[in-house]
Every structure is written in C-alpha cells, then in structure tokens.
C-alpha cells in the first residue's frame, strides 16, 4: 500500500457488515485517526490493527476483546447504554473533537435502521460543512446540501443514484446516462435512482435546491469538488 497519509482524515469503523479487507487497510493507511464504535472494533482486532481509541457502551463488543484493547493501551471511552445517542455518533462526535476534517465511516451497512442513522449522520456533517462519506468496497455515499457541486471519478457504466432527504431536490446531472437541468427530484418517488456514468463523458452534479444523498457503487469514489459552489443557483 503507498497511498499518503491525510493529515485530517479520521475513519470510523462501525459495527456493520464488512467486505474485502484490502480495502479498509488501505484507507487505515491514510487516516491520521482510526476510531472504533463499540463493536466495531472487533473488526480491526481480525485485521490485526488498534484503533487511536474505542467509543460506545460496550454493550456489543466482548469481555475478551475489551480486555485485550485495554492491555495494548488502547483508549477506552466508555458511555452509558442508556443514551440518546447512538455509539457511531458518540465515535464521529470523538473524531471531531481529536481535530478531524474529514471523515469516512466504515461497516455502516447492514441493520437497516442504523443504515438510514448513519446516512443522518452524514446529514448533519455536510451541514457543519464537513467532508464525510460512508465507504464499503463497493458503495460511497455523500450527502450535499445546496448549494453544492461534486465530479464523480467512477468509470463509465458505475450505477450512481440520488435520494432527496426531507424534501424536493432540485439538480443539474452531466455525464451521467440520463441528465437533467435543473431538474426536480421528488422526495415521493425513485426518479434519482439507478443512473449510470456515460461513456466518454466527465460526470457532475450539482445540487441547487435542498438535500441529497449520492450513492456511486464503487468504495473509491471520491467526490472530487465537493462542497459548497457559488456557482449553483
């Protein structure tokens, strides 16, 4: 692996579904920040890595493994099970905190609630103005709130979706199989999913109106650009 170290870049490993290894070392490689949320962690221990410090109530992590991130030093921070917060939160809240801009989360697929939880967790990033996005193998996720403009790097024929949250989007989508212009994205129906990059073309979205969650099945999806554009109304 040869990929730089991002000085601000913090993942947070979740207790979700995982695939292909290979992947996660790679971004642990870049992180400055490696978090665990409660079961989480055990995922790193099978990869022989040690998070910076382990979050949550340990309701859903073992005695032995608790015991063995404890004897290698790892940091502990232990919260009540009773809480109005869920352990992914309190790990993103404590990435913040240990100076993170960025933030990719990791194994946040699977139940489906805390699926839709981490998607509002992104929310509630990319209002703050912070870089986040959720990461499997084969799936990145990004929410932008207007106004706000992203390239996709994926290569051609990658399924790329959009779902408005909490109302109508309004977009303009290049490069993609079916474009729009100012288009309307219904927070009542599917009109943003299961688009593709075109061939040849350099993909763009741009986000004019509310908040959307861009799905691009491929886990090195960037989303190069992103953030807030002036060039959106």
Not at 60 to 88: F, I, N
Not at 154 to 163: D, E, F, Q, Y
Not at 192 to 201: I, K, R, T
Request: include cysteine; glycine fraction near 14%.
């Amino acid at each position: 692996m040869s990929r730089a170290r991002r000085a601000t870049l913090a993942v947070v490993f979740l207790d979700g579904e995982y695939g292909d290894p290979g992947a996660y070392r790679a971004w642990i490689e870049e992180a400055a920040i490696v978090l665990a949320a409660d079961g989480g962690a055990r995922f790193l221990l099978g990869l022989g890595v040690l998070p910076h410090a382990v979050v949550g109530d340990f309701d859903s992590l073992g005695s032995g493994d608790t015991e063995r991130l404890r004897l290698a030093g790892v940091e502990l921070l232990r919260h009540p099970v009773r809480k109005d917060a869920t352990d992914g939160e309190l790990a993103v809240d404590e990435a913040l905190r240990r100076g993170a801009s960025e933030l990719l989360l990791a194994g946040g697929t699977g139940a489906l609630d805390h699926t839709l939880g981490h998607i509002a967790i992104l929310r509630r990033l990319a209002e703050r103005g912070v870089a986040a996005r959720l990461a499997a193998p084969g799936l990145s996720v990004r929410v932008f709130c207007a106004p706000a403009g992203v390239s996709i790097g994926a290569a051609p024929g990658t399924r790329v979706s959009l779902v408005p949250l909490g109302g109508d989007g309004v977009v303009t989508l290049t490069g993609l199989d079916y474009p729009l212009d100012h288009g309307v994205l219904p927070a009542a129906a599917c009109l943003g999913l299961g688009n593709h990059v075109a061939a040849g073309a350099s993909a763009r979205i741009v986000v004019h109106e509310g908040v959307v969650a861009v799905l691009v099945e491929s886990g090195d999806e960037r989303f190069a650009g992103s953030g807030s554009s002036q060039a959106a109304p």
